[in-house]
T-cell receptor, first 116, second 113 residues
Framework: GAVVSQHPSWVICKSGTSVKIECRSL??????MFWYRQFPKQSLMLMAT?????????EQGVEKDKFLINHASLTLSTLTVTSAHPEDSSFYIC????????????FGQGTRLTVV | AQSVTQPDIHITVSEGASLELRCNYS??????LFWYVQSPGQGLQLLLK??????LVQGIKGFEAEFKRSQSSFNLRKPSVHWSDAAEYFC???????????FGTGTRLKVLA
């Protein structure tokens, strides 16, 4: 299957700072990428959908000014958590698709963010 | 409303015993169904998927799942569980042309030696 890589795998940042998470499709062009958030022992909740070259579409209740998403190329989307606070600590997972209806979206390995 | 229900939050089985994890969905179009496994602190690994065709699908690690449209279910089964199967299992639904998946709340599997 196709490979999606996230970087970093884990990050610790101080409260008030910003942190950027990268999601890369390594062997296919990802027309669309998705960002999910997973709180401890909970399910994955979709945060936003990003299409290459256009603004991301955020799910209801997700602050677009806090979670900045950029999808500048067909192989890279970034999620920047701005002015992070301890309640932003979570596991963030991206998925990517080439738009081929015969395949599923492919998930990255996730990024563990801890805000102290 | 679109949703996925995994009624069992925790399941404990003995090694070598059979396993069935339940999943029910509500989806307004033809569903694409998935089962993922997640080990602690790790990402998601796809076990199997159903898009169309044969309603009994085989996956990796000896898992299988059966799509029952009349019951809106996609239960995951394994005839003999191994200790390494202990993990969190997520059922998810999507649709043709949409890759936004709705996940269930997960079932945590514990395997007794």
């Amino acid at each position: 299957g196709a490979v999606v890589s996230q970087h970093p795998s884990w990050v610790i940042c101080k409260s008030g700072t910003s942190v950027k998470i990268e999601c890369r499709s390594l062997d296919f062009q990802a027309t669309t990428m998705f960002w999910y958030r997973q709180f401890p022992k909970q399910s994955l909740m979709l945060m936003a959908t990003s299409n290459e070259g256009s603004k991301a579409t955020y799910e209801q209740g997700v602050e677009k000014d806090k979670f900045l998403i950029n999808h500048a190329s067909l192989t890279l989307s970034t999620l920047t958590v701005t002015s992070a606070h301890p309640e932003d600590s979570s596991f963030y997972i991206c998925s990517a698709t080439s738009g081929d209806s015969n395949t599923e979206a492919f998930f990255g390995q996730g990024t563990r963010l801890t805000v102290v | 409303a679109q949703s996925v229900t995994q009624p069992d939050i925790h399941i404990t089985v003995s090694e070598g015993a059979s396993l069935e994890l339940r999943c029910n969905y509500s989806y307004g179009a033809t569903p694409y169904l998935f089962w993922y496994v997640q080990s602690p602190g790790q990402g998601l690994q796809l076990l199997l998927k159903y898009f169309s065709g044969d309603t009994l699908v085989q996956g990796i690690k000896g898992f299988e799942a059966e799509f029952k449209r009349s019951q809106s279910s996609f239960n995951l089964r394994k005839p003999s569980v191994h200790w390494s199967d202990a993990a969190e299992y997520f059922c998810a639904v999507g649709g043709s042309g949409t890759y936004k998946y709705i996940f269930g709340t997960g079932t945590r599997l514990k395997v007794l030696a």
